[in-house]
């Protein structure tokens, strides 16, 4: 579902800034400008979209219970930190076509205290994990026409490890993006995911996005099933924003026991409600903090070649402050 956002951020971006690209007649240079005064602001509004971005959230204490086949294992108290790097290059472009790749650094530490053990093997001391992964998307993109309309095409690959021997998991992205409705407020588009994973049973999903700027400057960003969003920015260089985003988490484990699968994935899925604000420093860097409420909605463990319904784990886990810390780019590369 992670990657699955962040394709449509991607191709969202794609939607608004080659359609607006296409509507002119302007000379190369005045191109070039356009492009990357587009870009720029695109990637302010959508971080997701910065050439380089450093995130780090602060997750505070909350309830966990875990059950394991079924069975009560545990419950306690758990805290996690996560810090994650992000960077997006720009390869090449050619025509209506373009490639992109990005590489991606996850790192996270849970620790559960408190402990309250219902297994005699397993025993009442504090744990702590600490895993990362790294991650590696292709991506091609293509902007074209369908009865009459423009429509934005883009194919991913990602794969995802924590081994350097070898490419834990991979999965595949198919999307295409209609813009519906294109103003100087208001942008509204709908697409289509077509989503290959075998840990996932959604082969498919749609994609839908509303961009509207009232007159008092407060922005409303709608980006669904990814989240949502008010912003209010008071200068070029300073700005605020509210709302609710869907996030989660992937790490890799090697179990020794011979009542459970050796190789499994751990994901969790969660919603941050808070609110944040980032100063801009410079022509390119962006400094921000976010603070709020963590909900969980799911943390399984499973076998990593079966899907993440055929859990083994569960843990369910209670609300929990968090607060964020993050330093991005803006892009200043640029595809040949």
């Known amino acids: 579902m992670k990657k699955s956002i962040v394709a449509f951020t991607y191709i969202l971006f794609a939607v608004n800034f080659c359609y607006a690209q296409n509507r ?48 009560p294992l545990f419950k306690g108290k758990t805290s996690t930190l996560r810090t994650t790097i992000v960077l997006n290059l720009p390869v090449a472009s050619w025509g209506k076509n373009s490639f992109s790749v990005s590489g991606a650094f996850f790192q996270q530490q849970l620790k559960v205290t408190d402990m309250q053990s219902f297994s005699p093997l397993l025993g009442n001391e504090d744990i702590t994990f600490n895993k990362g992964t790294v991650g590696l998307t292709a991506s091609f993109s293509r902007r074209d026409s369908i009865f009459g309309r423009p429509v934005y095409y883009m194919a991913s690959a990602t794969g995802v490890t924590n081994d350097f021997d070898r490419i834990k998991r991979i999965s595949f992205l198919g999307t295409a993006v209609i813009p519906l409705k294109q103003t100087a407020k208001t942008r509204l588009t709908a697409g ?37 969003g008010l912003r209010r920015a008071f200068s070029d260089r300073f700005w605020t924003t509210f709302g609710t985003t869907l996030g989660g988490s992937l790490a890799f484990f090697d179990l020794k026991s011979a009542s459970l699968p050796n190789d499994a994935n751990y994901t969790t899925i969660d919603l941050k409600t808070g609110i944040g604000a980032e100063y801009r420093v410079g022509k390119k860097m962006i400094f921000g903090i976010n603070g709020g409420i963590l909900t969980p909605l799911s943390a399984r463990a499973f076998d990593r070649k079966e899907s993440s319904s055929e859990y083994f784990l569960s843990n369910k886990l209670g609300n929990a402050p968090y607060v964020n810390f993050s330093f991005s780019l803006l892009p200043f590369l640029r595809r040949k």
């Open 24 to 71: 002119q007649e302007l000379s190369k240079n005045a191109k070039d400008s356009l492009s990357r005064i587009q870009l720029e602001k695109a990637a302010i509004t959508n971080p997701i979209l910065r050439q380089v971005t450093v995130s780090t959230d602060v997750i505070g204490k909350g309830d966990i219970s875990s059950e394991l086949t079924g069975n």
């Open 192 to 228: 289509l995911v077509v989503n290959i994973d075998p840990s996932l049973k959604v082969p498919a999903f749609l994609i839908f996005s509303y961009w509207h700027k009232f007159d008092n400057q407060l922005e409303l960003n709608l980006n669904l099933p990814s989240g949502a």
